[in-house]
């Protein structure tokens, strides 16, 4: 434990409080709604089909202040010095920091950790910071959102507009150009498709313009919000109770006095690091969401542990950026680890990448009345052939994508290959026996509509 006590000073953000679960209890509440359907053919007689907003956002809230009492506490029995306080740099090895009373103090360190992940950007639209909100925002909303627009393609626009809908909120998206830039293309489209059948409505290609205050919001009803758009070239207006804004995020580097230290970090904000998460200055370290990386909570601690464990514990260990599990939580459910296929052939040439994909469905659903939400589960494996086919890149649709997605991910860091999978025996009848049971390449043009027994 001795490594631990080194004068080391962190500055942090946080996904507790407006990310990653308040996200996923609001995924969650859609769910619910959604196996509620599914519960009528089970033999179930639900007679009453209604949400309360303001309880649902009360117990996420009231969860998420016992975990942050939680954490000051096991903070405090680990003997970490805690300042609720913003800082910049006055050198290298000393920060200033004001807490929220105007109060000034100095602190020096050996080494500082910069982990103080990001805030969400709004555009240069007229209105869009006066009236829209963020998904910052979303979580705590002391109101019924009513009709909303979504404005953005990122997994956070898409699972905020995926659980509003789930509990019967009138959701539109006004996406730009594509969805979930980043991730693989075929898994996106069919997201988007799924969120449409499920009643979420699309407005692609579409740039936000103005947004106007028709009329202000009351205590017992949201603002009226005429939103201008071009949708195919054309002016279009259309009238949204809330508008949320899920467009990206940008860290605040600039405001941490970077000048002071010399610190150089790119326009967006995020900071250059080596394979170490060592900065251009010697004793400074970046992790999370300040690095061009993926933005994930895991991976920032992840990364700290390895950190922390280089710095005082001898260890060598490097982070994995690439093998990195994730979970977009749309109503469709999008699980991957590794490399999207465009990102596959780009590295090692499209003759040297073969795909193995499927449908699947789940048991669970199988007693469903057919539905046009039927036909977009699916599952794919890309693998080099030119490394015995190793597995360079897992892509899942279904239910339970991150708990399937989770597991595989060692596989995955292990090199594991196609073969390995092969040999696996899968546990039935689950979704992620479809990985053990592969046998279809996109190369061959096979049709994968016809779903073995």
Same mark, same amino acid.
């Given at each position: 434990?001795?490594?631990?006590?080194?004068?080391?000073?962190?500055?942090?953000?946080?996904?507790?409080?407006?990310?990653?679960?308040?996200?996923?209890?609001?995924?969650?509440?859609?769910?619910?709604?959604?196996?509620?359907?599914?519960?009528?053919?089970?033999?179930?007689?639900?007679?009453?089909?209604?949400?309360?907003?303001?309880?649902?956002?009360?117990?996420?809230?009231?969860?998420?202040?016992?975990?942050?009492?939680?954490?000051?506490?096991?903070?405090?029995?680990?003997?970490?010095?805690?300042?609720?306080?913003?800082?910049?740099?006055?050198?290298?090895?000393?920060?200033?920091?004001?807490?929220?009373?105007?109060?000034?103090?100095?602190?020096?360190?050996?080494?500082?950790?910069?982990?103080?992940?990001?805030?969400?950007?709004?555009?240069?639209?007229?209105?869009?910071?006066?009236?829209?909100?963020?998904?910052?925002?979303?979580?705590?909303?002391?109101?019924?959102?009513?009709?909303?627009?979504?404005?953005?393609?990122?997994?956070?626009?898409?699972?905020?507009?995926?659980?509003?809908?789930?509990?019967?909120?009138?959701?539109?998206?006004?996406?730009?150009?594509?969805?979930?830039?980043?991730?693989?293309?075929?898994?996106?489209?069919?997201?988007?498709?799924?969120?449409?059948?499920?009643?979420?409505?699309?407005?692609?290609?579409?740039?936000?313009?103005?947004?106007?205050?028709?009329?202000?919001?009351?205590?017992?009803?949201?603002?009226?919000?005429?939103?201008?758009?071009?949708?195919?070239?054309?002016?279009?207006?259309?009238?949204?109770?809330?508008?949320?804004?899920?467009?990206?995020?940008?860290?605040?580097?600039?405001?941490?006095?970077?000048?002071?230290?010399?610190?150089?970090?790119?326009?967006?904000?995020?900071?250059?690091?080596?394979?170490?998460?060592?900065?251009?200055?010697?004793?400074?370290?970046?992790?999370?969401?300040?690095?061009?990386?993926?933005?994930?909570?895991?991976?920032?601690?992840?990364?700290?542990?390895?950190?922390?464990?280089?710095?005082? %514990?001898?260890? &060598?260990?490097?982070?994995?950026?690439?093998? #990195?599990?994730? !979970?977009?939580? /749309? =109503?469709? *459910?999008?699980?991957?680890?590794?490399?999207?296929?465009?990102? %596959?052939?780009? &590295?090692?040439?499209?003759?040297?990448?073969? #795909?193995?994909? !499927?449908?699947? /469905? =789940?048991? *669970?659903?199988?007693?469903?009345?057919?539905?046009?939400?039927?036909?977009?589960?699916?599952?794919?494996?890309?693998?080099?052939?030119?490394?015995?086919?190793?597995?360079?890149?897992?892509?899942?649709?279904?239910?339970?994508?991150?708990?399937?997605?989770?597991?595989?991910?060692?596989?995955?860091?292990?090199?594991?290959?196609?073969?390995?999978?092969?040999?696996?025996?899968?546990?039935?009848?689950?979704?992620?026996?479809?990985?053990?049971?592969?046998?279809?390449?996109?190369?061959?043009?096979?049709?994968?509509?016809?779903?073995?027994?």
């Amino acid at each position: 434990k001795q490594w631990y006590q080194r004068r080391v000073r962190v500055r942090q953000g946080s996904c507790l409080n407006v990310g990653c679960i308040p996200k996923k209890l609001m995924h969650t509440a859609s769910i619910y709604g959604e196996l509620a359907e599914d519960a009528l053919q089970y033999g179930w007689d639900l007679t009453k089909n209604s949400h309360d907003w303001g309880k649902m956002v009360g117990n996420i809230q009231n969860h998420i202040k016992s975990q942050n009492w939680k954490i000051r506490v096991d903070l405090r029995e680990k003997n970490v010095t805690y300042y609720n306080e913003y800082a910049t740099f006055v050198d290298k090895h000393t920060v200033k920091s004001v807490n929220k009373r105007g109060a000034e103090r100095t602190v020096t360190a050996d080494k500082f950790v910069l982990a103080m992940g990001g805030r969400p950007n709004y555009p240069d639209v007229p209105g869009a910071e006066q009236f829209a909100i963020t998904s910052d925002d979303i979580f705590s909303l002391n109101y019924h959102p009513g009709k909303t627009l979504c404005v953005g393609a990122s997994y956070i626009s898409l699972e905020c507009a995926g659980f509003l809908n789930g509990i019967g909120v009138d959701t539109t998206v006004l996406v730009r150009s594509i969805l979930l830039r980043g991730f693989d293309s075929d898994c996106s489209e069919k997201i988007g498709g799924y969120m449409e059948q499920c009643g979420v409505k699309f407005i692609r290609p579409g740039v936000p313009k103005k947004i106007e205050c028709v009329k202000e919001a009351t205590a017992d009803s949201p603002p009226e919000l005429r939103v201008f758009f071009t949708h195919n070239g054309e002016e279009k207006s259309d009238i949204f109770n809330t508008v949320l804004f899920a467009i990206g995020r940008k860290p605040l580097t600039e405001k941490i006095n970077p000048e002071a230290v010399g610190l150089k970090y790119d326009p967006n904000g995020k900071i250059p690091v080596n394979e170490e998460e060592l900065t251009n200055v010697d004793n400074i370290y970046a992790i999370g969401d300040v690095l061009n990386a993926p933005e994930l909570t895991p991976l920032a601690i992840q990364s700290g542990r390895l950190l922390a464990k280089r710095l005082y %514990a001898g260890s &060598k260990i490097l982070t994995d950026y690439v093998n #990195v599990p994730t !979970t977009v939580f /749309t =109503p469709l *459910e999008y699980g991957s680890v590794g490399l999207s296929e465009d990102a %596959a052939i780009a &590295k090692y040439g499209d003759e040297n990448i073969e #795909v193995y994909h !499927t449908k699947h /469905t =789940p048991t *669970e659903q199988v007693v469903r009345e057919a539905s046009p939400l039927e036909g977009y589960n699916y599952a794919k494996l890309v693998c080099n052939k030119a490394e015995n086919e190793r597995i360079v890149g897992l892509h899942y649709l279904g239910p339970n994508a991150g708990e399937i997605t989770g597991g595989f991910g060692l596989g995955l860091i292990m090199g594991a290959t196609k073969s390995d999978f092969d040999r696996l025996v899968g546990i039935h009848p689950t979704s992620s026996e479809v990985f053990t049971t592969m046998n279809i390449t996109k190369r061959s043009g096979k049709s994968i509509d016809v779903e073995d027994c």
